[in-house]
């Protein structure tokens, strides 16, 4: 993909609410793009009811079979009365759309706020929702959708970087040494951790997927879904200091194992986690720079400052890696 050939140059508003007619769909003409960098997704109003969200699938990411399995994912969760946004069936035209060669889906729209992670019934609530929702995912495996894993999510990322001349060259061997011995890091502390399962997660279980209702959360944006170790879906609802992480983790485990028993092996790899995030949104902002709207959206990524900050991330990420992993006290479980 090229400057000159962007993935979405045919994505014109005629061109959205086009793509809605054609399964019967008809728009009253508003239209709102939502903050989406990896898909489009635009709030769409509609002529009658409410109005809904159309999810646009970048080109060449997802096989169909990938994308259906994760719609197949979430209405199962929907079926067991679990807070998710499953993609709807328009005029029995199945859950994934075309229209002149661009995949697509439709969601009902889902409002909310950002959860008050501070808050110690919120952070239990939301543990209690991803024990159910783990308790389903363990039940099968994705057969079409990656795994979370030391390959794809930080050895391969890392040789992209390194490979096409993102470095600048005056840094490029302090990046390329400090990448090496975080990945090495990561590798000691999956062996630390021993066997773990890995299972049908959210995947990307950050707050800002987590909608907030008087009703509870409802987990948004299933895109990233795939198989991994389930503390993926609990590390990102963490922060501050370690102290308070491991109070935080507490009150989520507490919700959590009234649903679905977590393996405390697991928490060696939180850190892990956190390293292979960073090296792959570095890749992925890398592999989108021909996107248009990534240098509009992200003007500070591939500037001197970013890579030496990189740099000390990683550095910092290497020694949280050799501590011992958080421990939760008995009282918050």
Known sequence: ???????????????????????????????????????????IGMEQGPPLVAKFYRPQRWSDAAILEEHAFVRALADQEIP?????????CGTLLTHDGLRFAVF????????????PETLEW?????????AIGVQTAFRERPALDIASFGEEPAAYLLAQ????????AAYR?????????????????????TIRLHGDCHPGNVLWTHDGPHFVDFDDSRMGPAVQDLWMLLSGERDDMAQQLGILLAGYECFCDF????????????????????????????????????????????????ILELREQIA??????????????
């Open 1 to 43: 993909m090229t400057i000159s050939d962007p993935p979405f140059s045919r994505l014109t508003p005629d061109f959205i609410l086009d793509a809605l007619e054609s399964v019967g769909l008809r728009s009253d003409g508003r239209l709102l793009a939502l903050n989406s960098y990896e898909n489009r997704v635009y709030q």
């Open 84 to 92: 998710v946004v499953p993609a709807l069936v328009p005029n029995d």
């Open 108 to 119: 009902p729209r889902q409002g909310g706020r950002a959860p008050e992670l501070d808050d």
């Open 126 to 134: 939301l543990g209690r929702f991803l024990g159910r929702i783990h």
């Open 165 to 172: 001349g993102f470095i600048p060259q005056d840094l490029e």
């Open 177 to 197: 040494a400090v990448l090496l011995q975080a990945l090495e890091g990561v590798r000691r502390c999956f062996s630390r951790a021993g066997y773990v399962a």
């Open 263 to 310: 393996d405390s092996r697991e928490l060696h790899l939180v850190e892990a986690l956190r390293t292979l995030r960073l090296i792959h949104y570095s890749a992925w902002l890398a592999r989108r720079w021909d996107d248009p709207a990534f240098p509009v959206a992200f003007p500070w990524f591939n500037s001197q400052r970013y890579w030496q900050d990189r």
């Open 320 to 333: 949280l890696m050799d501590e011992p992993p958080l421990q939760v006290a008995s009282g918050n479980r």
